[in-house]
């Protein structure tokens, strides 16, 4: 019982494959125009691929080739979230909630039961008996997904089901999700790593089309390999060829650091042979208007390109590097965009691993 | 006309206070309203003018008489028939060209929408050269027992003729304005093509749906040319109002402007209560928030809405 697919569209660059276990929640992150969606749409049947094939379970949803298949979107099994509730505006709540198993040939008895139980997980059977258009955000959401469970889809896809909410809304819906994805299937594509963290077992990370980063939440964040995944963590990230307990890049030099991850029990890579990357969060980054002396740290000459409010920090952006500075720092250096500065961090604040 | 106070009176919803009506912004420079009341009174001069020259003292007597009753009946029912043939098959149509893809498809638009351009008296020798008894499929009918021309069938396949695409065309636009997003949704909810368009597409597309069908009434009720030239003008079978006043005009002036108003009355009423400017449901499903246009025209407003309403 496992969502096995292969798809590629060329027009739109894209070219995935996965598969998705049962119980498994999967989170799709990924710049704009990543391919997020139109992987969605490929397995929710509401758009062909050039090739490419997906089985759920024992059932296949669509094949091409010698012998092509494809399963219509209403008996694929497979649910669907998007970012707009989408309640059909001239159906009551409950009618809403009860289209699916109605669909599914259930009477309008069990099918009202059905309906009820789902509000009732969602917390919203007090709406039942209201118009979509007499709702909020979230509760039109929170709606929705009843509508989608009430067909108990082996599949459930969730296309930034968070992203129209306001951020009231927001949390509630999160914590809801929590509790109905437990044990269940799911595809969720969201921008906020909250919901990967949250929500998710596994996160792949796409980018033009293509997945460039897939693995555990917590390894990917913890172990960012693409740019995007950096940023999501939080962190600034340098490629490079791991040579002692430091990694030789081509645009900053030698970065010390220490070994972590696939590095640590295996003791010392051998010299110059083995790709790394070295990770550090902007908080551990100091920012110097001259290069400090003394104690061994990694020192970067770089150019201010950007400066932005983060929290109680002030976040310094220099190209691919961030620092997070306070106010008060802020005030001393006197920094603008183009200010000639030096990035230092120290070794120990500098994670090394493979890549 | 009364088009214009349906539309501000659709907002409200069901159940909710009366709106007050708020002073909004609108670009809308002064002479165009200048204009637009130039042409409004084009519509309205003559039709008043057609008013005073009604004979009230005897205008019952008029529209009473045997002929004239015979004539109403007979546009009633077959503009009744022929709203119904345009209804099923103008919505088939509609959705065919809304969303299917296919080539040829301008072509077959373009095709559906001559009865539009073509004077009707055109497609009525269209229609006689092939459903005639000479006609291409007329003479095999023919040979079966079967004649068309000149007959209460030819009337409604007349008027269905040059209906038909206002039904389409009104259809089309709003079939492809309210999109296919909440058929998607339904179908990854279960339902089968058929339940989509029973349970979703119909019922969203329902306003404008009735406003095509009321524009094919309307244009059904008032057909002449190709009636006249398909079906001839025989009393009780093929004379419709429309006929009947051309008829009169010659001999009785006075019996052809009483009917002449009695078909816009018939007109107005029908019309009146339920064409409503088409409405869509809300584009974007993040609903609730503001206003929503659509609560009103699909939730059945029983204080606003014409017999034909918008609930299905």
């Given at each position: 019982m496992t969502l096995e697919l292969k798809a590629t569209i060329a027009e739109r660059h894209l070219d995935v494959s996965l598969s998705v276990g049962p119980a498994e929640t999967l989170a799709v992150m990924g710049p704009n125009g990543a391919g997020k969606s139109t992987l969605v749409q490929i397995v929710a049947g509401l758009l062909k691929p050039d090739a490419g094939q997906a089985t759920l379970g024992a059932r296949t949803l669509f094949r091409t080739g010698p012998a092509p298949l494809w399963l219509p979107p209403h008996a694929r099994g497979v649910g669907l979230l998007a970012q707009d509730p989408l309640l059909f505006p001239h159906l009551s709540v409950l009618d809403n909630v009860a289209f699916g198993p109605r669909s599914k040939g259930l009477g309008r008895a069990e099918s009202s039961a059905v309906a009820r139980h789902w509000l009732g997980e969602v917390d919203a059977l007090e709406l039942a008996a209201r118009r979509p258009a007499q709702l909020s955000g979230g509760q039109a959401q929170r709606v929705a997904l009843a509508r989608a469970l009430a067909t108990d889809?082996?599949?459930?896809?969730?296309?930034?089901?968070?992203?129209?909410?306001?951020?009231?809304?927001?949390?509630?819906?999160?914590?809801?999700?929590?509790?109905?994805?437990?044990?269940?299937?799911?595809?969720?594509?969201?921008?906020?790593?909250?919901?990967?963290?949250?929500?998710?077992?596994?996160?792949?990370?796409?980018?033009?089309?293509?997945?460039?980063?897939?693995?555990?939440?917590?390894?990917?964040?913890?172990?960012?390999?693409?740019?995007?995944?950096?940023?999501?963590?939080?962190?600034?990230?340098?490629?490079?060829?791991?040579?002692?307990?430091?990694?030789?890049?081509?645009?900053?030099?030698?970065?010390?650091?220490?070994?972590?991850?696939?590095?640590?029990?295996?003791?010392?890579p051998a010299d110059g042979g083995t790709e790394g990357l070295a990770a550090f969060p902007p908080s551990a980054v100091s920012v110097f208007l001259?290069?400090?002396?003394?104690?061994?740290?990694?020192?970067?000459?770089?150019?201010?390109?950007?400066?932005?409010?983060?929290?109680?920090?002030?976040?310094?952006?220099?190209?691919?590097?961030?620092?997070?500075?306070?106010?008060?720092?802020?005030?001393?250096?006197?920094?603008?965009?183009?200010?000639?500065?030096?990035?230092?961090?120290?070794?120990?604040?500098?994670?090394?691993?493979?890549? | 006309m009364p088009v214009?106070?349906?539309?501000?009176?659709?907002?409200?919803?069901?159940?909710?206070?009366?709106?007050?009506k708020r002073w909004e912004y609108q670009a809308v420079p002064r002479w165009v309203f200048a204009l637009a009341a130039a042409g409004a009174l084009f519509i309205l001069l003559p039709l008043l003018g057609m008013?005073?020259?009604?004979?009230?003292?005897?205008?019952?007597?008029?529209?009473?008489s045997d002929s004239s009753r015979a004539a109403l009946l007979l546009s009633l029912r077959t503009a009744a028939a022929s709203t119904g043939l345009c209804i099923v098959f103008g919505v088939p149509l509609a959705l065919v060209l809304a969303r299917a893809r296919f080539t040829g498809q301008r072509i077959l638009r373009a095709l559906i929408l001559l009865p539009l351009v073509v004077p009707p008296v055109v497609g009525g020798l269209a229609l006689l050269y092939t459903f005639g008894r000479e006609g291409l499929i007329g003479k095999s009918l023919s040979l079966a027992g079967i004649n068309i021309a000149f007959s209460t069938t030819a009337v409604v396949m007349a008027q269905a003729f040059v209906a038909l695409p206002f039904l389409v065309l009104s259809l089309e636009g709003t079939l492809r304005t309210a999109g296919q997003r909440y058929e998607a949704v339904a179908a990854t909810l279960g339902a089968r093509p058929s339940t989509v368009l029973r349970r979703i597409t119909l019922p969203l597309v329902l306003p404008g749906l009735v406003s095509g069908a009321v524009l094919a009434f309307a244009r059904s009720l008032g057909e002449f040319g190709a009636t006249l030239t398909f079906a001839g003008s025989l009393q009780g079978v093929t004379r419709t109002l429309p006929l009947e006043i051309y008829l009169q005009r010659e001999t009785d002036p006075d019996a052809a402007v009483a009917l002449s108003f009695l078909l816009i009355a018939v007109a107005v009423v029908v019309v009146g209560l339920t064409y409503r400017t088409p409405k869509l449901p809300a584009p974007r499903g993040a609903s609730g928030r503001g206003l929503n246009v659509d609560a009103g025209s699909s939730a059945g407003v029983p204080a606003d809405t014409g017999p034909d309403g918008a609930r299905p």
């Open positions: 889809p082996e599949l459930l896809l969730l296309d930034e089901p968070m992203a129209a909410l306001d951020i009231n809304s927001a949390p509630f819906l999160r914590s809801l999700l929590k509790r109905v994805l437990a044990g269940r299937r799911a595809i969720i594509v969201t921008h906020h790593v909250l919901d990967a963290l949250m929500l998710a077992d596994r996160i792949i990370v796409m980018d033009r089309g293509r997945i460039v980063e897939s693995g555990p939440t917590a390894a990917v964040l913890a172990h960012p390999r693409s740019s995007f995944a950096a940023s999501l963590a939080g962190l600034n990230v340098l490629t490079g060829s791991v040579t002692g307990t430091s990694v030789q890049t081509a645009d900053a030099g030698l970065v010390a650091g220490r070994l972590t991850g696939g590095f640590a029990g295996a003791g010392t001259a290069p400090p002396q003394g104690s061994p740290r990694n020192c970067f000459p770089v150019a201010v390109t950007e400066l932005e409010p983060h929290g109680d920090h002030i976040r310094v952006r220099a190209g691919r590097l961030a620092a997070d500075i306070s106010p008060a720092a802020m005030a001393d250096l006197g920094l603008e965009p183009g200010s000639a500065v030096f990035f230092v961090v120290k070794a120990a604040e500098v994670a090394i691993y493979p890549a | 214009l106070a349906h539309h501000s009176a659709g907002q409200s919803g069901p159940g909710r206070r009366k709106a007050v008013v005073a020259k009604v004979n009230w003292g005897n205008f019952i007597p008029l529209i009473t």
